[in-house]
Structure formats: structure tokens, C-alpha cells
């Protein structure tokens, strides 16, 4: 035991020096990540690279979650997910540029555009002059937009259910953290790839190891 418990703390010091930063729930959650071990090679992921399974399974599961997140917002005059995370980021941004918010959906804007005249269209959203800028319009959720979010809320909150209630709380804290970190690598990342060619966004997210 006590041979075990040194070699946590070296392990410890030892993510602690790459990120000093790093908290207790970090620690857990990279230490398990890291000495899990590999599941068995079975017919269903035989050949397939970690990665390219990983992604494969991450893929499945948002189309699992966008089904149910469609049925749940069909009553309330959206077409999809997109329709409804606009409306969530208008709420949050306060009156942002049609561009501003297009970038922090992660959407090409073509599509974000065609987005957002939907939710205008359906009185959800208005868009405005801009004071400082002449050449551009802001948006903000209209009343009936807060209106579709509120009754709305409680739908989604079951497709969260229907999604996530397989894990329990413990499992799906340490999913949260592992995709937050995650998250938070590839936002820091994205401004740079967005405009770049795929061989140098490969050099950007993948760190000489």
C-alpha cells in the first residue's frame, strides 16, 4: 500500500509540473483516462484506430441526441437543435453581430445565416442597427423567443434524461470534465484553424509528442 501511494504522488507531481494549474477532480479524471484499460477488440471495432472509433462513437451519439432533441422542439416551431442553440446563445450573448454569433456557434455561415432568418422569420429574434457600425445589424431574442425557451426548457431537460440517465452522477461528472477539457483545448485552438488548410491545423492540435 505504501509503495502505492508514493507512486500516486509521484504521478501527481509529475502532472502537476506540466500543469500547475491542475486540480484534485483534474488529477482523478486524467489518471483513470490514462490507466484505463484498452476494452478487448471485438467484430464490432476490429482494425479500427482508437481515434477513428472514438469519433465514429462520438458521431453516433450526437445523432441519438439530435433525434431526441428534434422530437422535443417540433411543438414549439423549430426545425432542429440548431434552431433552439441559437436562441440559448442569443439569450446568453445579450445582442450580438450575425457574425459574432455564427463564430461562437461553430458554424459556417452560410448555414448560421439561414439560422438566423428562420428565428426572424418566426419572431423570435430582431435584428437592429448597429450604433458603432453602420454596415452591420445586431440581434436579441424577442419575448416570444423567452417565451419558446422557458416552455421548452423542460423538454429538453428529459432529452437529457433520455441521453445521459444510463450513467450515474459519478460517471457522468468524470465525462463532463474529460470533454470540457476537451472543449477548452480545441476553443483556445479555434480561431486558427477555422481559416487553415488541413496539413497546418494538423500541426496546430497535434503537439509533437
Known sequence: MKNKLVELV???ASYETENPDLS??????RYLAEHAQAPAHNAENRGI?????LAA?????NKYAGLYCKKAIENFGLRNIDDWVYLIGLQRMGTPKKSELIYEMLSEFPSGIDIIK?????ELAEEFPDEQ???SKRLKITPKGMDVLMQSMPYMERV????????????????????????????????????SEFEEAYQILTPAK
Open 49 to 53: 484506430p482508437l481515434n477513428g472509433y
Open 160 to 195: 437529457g434524461s433520455m441521453a445521459f440517465d444510463t450513467m450515474n452522477e459519478s460517471e457522468k461528472i468524470m465525462v463532463l470534465n474529460i470533454l470540457k477539457r476537451l472543449d477548452n483545448y480545441h476553443a483556445g485552438h479555434y480561431k486558427a484553424v477555422r481559416s
Open 24 to 29: 484534485l477532480e483534474d488529477f482523478c479524471v
Open 133 to 135: 457600425d453602420k454596415r
Open 57 to 61: 462513437l462520438i458521431g453516433r451519439l
Open 118 to 122: 428562420r428565428l426572424l422569420a418566426l
Open 10 to 12: 509521484n504521478i501527481w
